[in-house]
């Protein structure tokens, strides 16, 4: 007698998949069509060289050893880095905090000020690189009014335009906006918090700090972690701010990564350089995440 | 969420009513109405008009003979929509070229003409691919030049060859300077795009201060560079410069490269010819005047973080002397400067050479291949090219191409010190134009000297280091 | 073990004091932060209104005169309307597009078996890991193939693609928490499978289909590098895209600058104050499923 073979759990037929993949199809084509296609594309686009118009002429990684060997790369790629660093702590700081104080604490009007916090959030870059270039400008600038009133004229400077503060400055206009997403995502977090766990603490004896220290840390850690995670990754996309408010100068100070594969593209007509920069770009992000989400479980253990 | 959508529509009808109130008073605005005109044939007419011309700096009044050009209005063509790119960024400037446009519109009733400003960037990102894909314009007034000018798009097929219509229709004879070959050189001969205007770049001047401390325009570079000194001792900052844009800056530069430089040099790096270095005497004793500049205080406070509208609006305010640019601000300055506003071109710092300042002429009309409105294209370029517009551009502070048999009275001191300027010094080049990568590299190898990151020999190794790459892919 | 009473007291008083301390030290750092946030847009208002001479001179203090006709000229000027119009253009097909297409897939990968379900859906997570812009390249020439650079639809679809993989992610993870007893007594009564999505699943979804629908309109509206790269044509342009070239052509005006920038940025405000739970729901949500 032949042995019946047991059907796996999980196994559908081909055939009753059908209305399933009626149902993703929409979706799915539009996804290939004008998101993976690309991504594929851009794999191919980095082999080539091509100005745009015109025959692509295959050249192999050439595009990807003139990159290791441009000096803008580098710089670019060190800005990124140094803005994921800053990242990490800054508008991630700002966020706990905030977060903490909306509701933790006693405070009135916690709605309101909610509304405020999160308001930069919902600004297009364009809005809030126009705000910021003008806060910095060297002459009527609120900064440095703001200095020159106080009469700390020396501590006046023209913060866009000296390479030390350039990039810090761009930085904190960034902040400005991406604290807000931290924020929020910590205050759901925190309200997740069994209050009971409070509770008790406070029968113990626990002061706020050792409550902060033992009940509320580590059960944002998972939150946290996702917010670390996606910050590094926004570090390294940063495009609106730096490309509209600086355009990567002076002197390349603020240049970074998706920027320079804008220019590579677009204005120095070099569509396969870029596309190699932007795929580089894209690894780059992947790669940190792993060692990120690495470290995370190394630290965790 | 109701009760949201309800909050939401009473704000957006409160932001309404304040929008309705916050209305400018309206401007008043001419209604073009086309109209059926009988108008008769006519061609030149032989006007005696009474003219002011200055004769070495004395106006005298005089009876001249004035050409004047009347264009009749010519057989009426089917109704046709004639597609134009304009590159500009200029507000002022747009408003004219659809005011000329609809006038030109009028003459030929059933078309209608559309004109779509474009940024420089947007331009060269588009116009090739456009060309190439015919979906653009039907007529474009473009970036002139070899790589990513009109020449590059000749070469690839894509434009109407003009020299014959040009020809036929007097356009080689309408320019006091050589400007419709100057965008040709390379290609020796064929007329593939044609400029109506020019710029330069040259010293724009606060006229008033200058009268209070009894300073003249410099003839040598020695009285210029006294001038700033005095200037300077005197307190005031002799120059604005918004370095934080890049190519503000650059205008210093490159001018002082044509007051040090041989014309036949920066040509060759305009058209990416091998045999030039920017590591070359003359560019770095460019760039070590610029960086003696800095060093002795004659720019704004923090350049470095100042942008091209900083430049401007500290120079309009009075906060700085002197202002190196284009001529395209011709009208803003005339227009928002509580002061008379003057012009003269950098003196030449090597005597040996031929004095250039960066007279160019400007941006350059052309017919893409595909259009169906050909013959329509080249009228409307033919319109652009009239006197009638010429005097248009004359009378918004702009120096037309055209050649007047007598030149109009100057709309301000500005224009009359602009045209003479152009025609006391030689034509320049705007020779980075061609190579994006060291045009870029120029810009921040500049910036970099200002901020006493490079010595003036290291910021031009770092330009021809881009400069070389490029002429060597040209070859 | 219990202290005595009269210590209790003494306690509870330092506590009552301690707290009140606590909640005005808390207080006056979030008055604070406040201002951190908000005196930028007081001062762009500000400066909106001023006159260009007042500028340089009283760059920091309240306008000396109100010049509320720079909106009205920034609005005429810059083309306002036109891009406002385009924005809405792009944004509502986008939007609805994420909403029916995320509805049905999710409901899919939620409710249904299928043959390739995870590998299917890892592939769709490919589009949370890589973000949008470094395709942008790419995209601009593939558009420009189809012929659809300078329309609106190279906003929309490219848009609609990169927000799916999130609005899946989010309303399957909604869905799946759908108790199954519902679904279970629907199909006993003889629903079919459509009828289970929009009688029984959708409805539930609302409250995610709420943030979903805010969070694809505030990304959409505030785009700016795929309508920077794939529109040159000021007459398509969306409005962050019109703002920033605004600024290029008014840069020396700075009232009017301003001007503009005001007006571009109160719409997306109001549209937040009033739906801000929405706006929010819809980003923790996605971050934290």
Same mark, same amino acid.
């Not at chain 3, 760059?59 to 006709?69: F, Q, R, V």
């Given at each position: 007698m032949q042995a019946i073979k047991p059907k796996r759990a999980n196994s559908v037929s081909w055939l009753d998949s059908i209305p399933a993949y009626l149902f993703i199809a929409p979706a799915f084509l539009l996804f290939a069509i004008f998101f993976l296609r690309p991504l594929v594309q851009l794999g191919y686009l980095s082999l080539v060289e091509w100005e745009g118009l015109g025959p692509k002429i295959f050249v192999g990684l050439e595009n990807y050893q003139e990159l290791l060997g441009d000096s803008r790369f580098w710089l670019a790629f060190q800005h990124n880095m140094g803005w994921m660093f800053a990242a990490i702590f800054v508008p991630t700081a700002m966020g706990l905090f905030l977060a903490l104080l909306l509701v933790?604490?006693?405070?009135?009007g916690r709605l309101i000020f909610r509304t405020i916090y999160f308001?930069?959030?919902?600004?297009s870059s364009v809005v809030v690189s126009v705000i910021w270039r003008w806060i910095y400008n060297?002459?009527?600038g609120a900064i440095n009014s703001i200095l020159r009133a106080m009469?700390?004229?020396?501590?006046?400077?023209?913060w866009l335009g000296d390479k030390l503060t350039a990039l810090p400055a761009l930085f904190i206009a960034w902040s400005w906006i991406h604290y807000g997403f931290c924020m929020v995502i910590f205050i759901a977090a925190l309200q997740a918090i069994d209050e009971t766990y409070y509770d008790a603490a406070k029968v113990d004896g626990a002061n706020p700090l050792q409550q902060l220290w033992y009940i509320t840390l580590p059960f944002i850690r998972r939150p946290l972690a996702t917010v670390i995670l996606i910050t590094i990754i926004s570090a390294f996309q940063v495009f609106d701010l730096v490309f509209i408010i600086t355009r990567g100068g002076p002197?390349?100070?603020?240049?970074v990564l998706s920027v320079f594969m804008y220019d590579s593209a677009f204005?120095?007509?070099?569509v396969g350089y870029g596309a190699a920069v932007g795929l580089t770009l894209g690894v780059v992000i992947f790669v940190v995440s792993l060692i990120y989400m690495r470290l995370r479980v190394r630290l965790e253990a | 969420m109701r009760s949201q959508v309800r909050t939401l529509s009473v704000l957006i009808l409160l932001v309404a009513i304040l929008a309705a109130c916050a209305q400018p008073t309206p401007e008043v605005v001419e209604k073009v109405v086309t109209k059926e005109v009988e108008v008769e044939? $006519? $061609?030149t007419q032989i006007v005696q008009e009474t003219v002011i011309v200055e004769v070495e700096g004395t106006p005298q009044v005089v009876e001249k003979e004035v050409e004047v050009i009347v264009t009749a209005t010519p057989e009426p063509i089917e109704e046709a929509n004639l597609e134009v790119w304009y590159l500009s960024q200029s507000p002022e400037e747009i408003q004219l070229v659809e005011e000329l446009s609809s006038a030109f519109a009028q003459r030929h009733p059933g078309v209608t003409v559309t004109i779509s400003p474009y940024g420089f960037d947007d331009m060269n990102k588009t116009i090739k691919l456009a060309l190439d894909s015919g979906t653009?314009?039907?007529v474009a007034y473009v970036s002139p030049g070899a790589g990513a000018g009109h020449v590059s798009y000749a070469q690839a097929g894509h434009l109407v060859e003009l020299t014959e219509v040009a020809t036929e229709r007097g356009w080689d004879q309408r320019?006091?300077?050589d400007s419709i070959m100057y965008w040709q050189k390379e290609l020796g001969g064929p007329i593939w795009g044609v400029p109506y205007d020019i710029t330069n770049v040259g010293v724009f001047y606060n006229k008033d201060l200058f009268n209070e401390l009894d300073l003249?325009?410099?003839?040598t570079f020695e009285e210029f560079e006294t001038l700033l000194a005095t200037l300077k001792d005197a307190g005031y900052t002799p120059f604005s410069t918004g370095?934080?844009?890049g190519w503000p800056f650059d205008h210093y530069f490159m001018i002082l490269v044509h007051a040090t430089t041989p014309i036949d040099k920066i040509e060759a790096l305009n058209y990416l010819q091998?045999? $030039?270095?920017?590591?070359?005497d003359s560019f770095v004793e460019a760039a070590t005047i610029l960086k003696d500049w800095i060093d002795k205080g004659?720019?704004?406070?923090?350049f470095l973080a100042a942008s091209y509208q900083d430049q401007n609006n500290l120079f309009i305010t009075g906060e700085t002397a002197m202002n190196i640019g284009g001529t395209w601000n011709n009208a803003t300055f005339v227009q928002q400067a509580d002061f008379e506003v003057g012009f003269f071109p950098l003196p030449r710092v090597n005597p040996d050479i031929e004095w250039h300042s960066m007279v160019t002429p400007n941006n350059v009309w052309i017919v893409p291949?595909?259009?169906?409105?050909q013959d329509l294209a080249i009228d409307y370029i033919d319109y652009m090219l009239s006197g009638e517009v010429a005097r248009a551009l004359w009378d918004t502070g702009d120096i037309p191409t055209f050649a007047f048999a007598t030149v109009p009275e100057a709309t301000s001191g500005l224009q009359a010190d602009v045209y003479k300027a152009g025609l006391d010094t030689g034509i320049g080049y705007y020779y980075t134009n061609n190579m994006p990568e060291a045009m870029e590299a120029e810009w921040s190898a500049l910036q970099m000297m200002a901020a006493g990151d490079l010595t003036p020999e290291e910021a031009m190794e770092m330009i021809e280091e881009y400069h070389a790459e490029a002429v060597a892919e040209a070859q | 073990m219990e202290p005595p009473s009269g210590h209790l007291d003494e306690t509870s008083a330092h506590q009552a004091l301690t707290k009140r301390v606590g909640r005005g030290v808390a207080t006056l750092s979030a008055l604070f932060f406040s201002l951190f946030v908000l005196i930028p847009f007081a001062w762009v208002i500000f400066t909106a209104v001023k006159s260009r001479r007042e500028v340089p001179r009283?760059?920091?203090?309240?306008?000396?005169?109100?010049?509320?006709?720079n909106f009205g000229e920034a609005w005429r000027v810059g083309h306002f309307d036109r891009y406002f119009l385009n924005s809405i253009y792009v944004v509502i097909p986008t939007v609805l597009i994420i909403l029916v297409f995320s509805t049905l897939a999710a409901f899919a990968f939620s409710q249904l078996r299928f043959k390739g379900k995870n590998l299917l859906f890892a592939i769709l997570l490919i589009g949370l890991a890589v973000p949008l812009d470094i395709l942008i390249i790419p995209l601009f020439y593939d558009l420009l193939n189809m012929g659809?650079?300078?329309?609106?639809w190279a906003l929309i679809l490219p848009q609609s693609a990169a927000i799916l993989p999130f609005g899946i992610l989010l309303l399957r993870s909604f869905m799946e928490d759908v108790p199954g007893e519902i679904l279970d007594s629907a199909k006993i009564d003889g629903c079919s499978t459509f009828g289970l999505l929009f009688h029984i699943v959708v409805p539930l979804s609302r409250p995610a289909l709420a943030s979903l629908l805010v969070f694809s309109f505030m990304w959409t509206w505030n785009q700016f590098l795929l309508p920077v790269v794939l529109i040159q044509d000021d007459r398509m342009r969306t409005l962050p895209v019109g703002l920033n070239y605004f600024q290029g052509r008014y840069s020396t005006n700075i009232p009017l600058l301003m001007a503009g920038a005001t007006i571009s940025f109160i719409p997306i405000v109001l549209v937040y104050v009033v739906f801000q739970r929405q706006f929010i729901k819809g980003i923790t949500a996605g971050a934290l499923k």
């Open positions: 933790r604490s006693s405070i009135h308001l930069p959030q919902v600004l060297p002459n009527y009469g700390l004229d020396y501590l006046a400077r023209g002197a390349r100070a603020t240049l204005r120095y007509e070099k | 044939k $006519v $061609v653009g314009p039907d320019h006091p300077i003249k325009p410099p003839q370095a934080l844009d091998p045999g $030039v270095s920017l590591s070359e004659y720019f704004n406070d923090n291949k595909y259009t169906e409105y | 009283n760059p920091l203090g309240i306008p000396a005169e109100w010049h509320w006709g659809l650079v300078n329309t609106h």
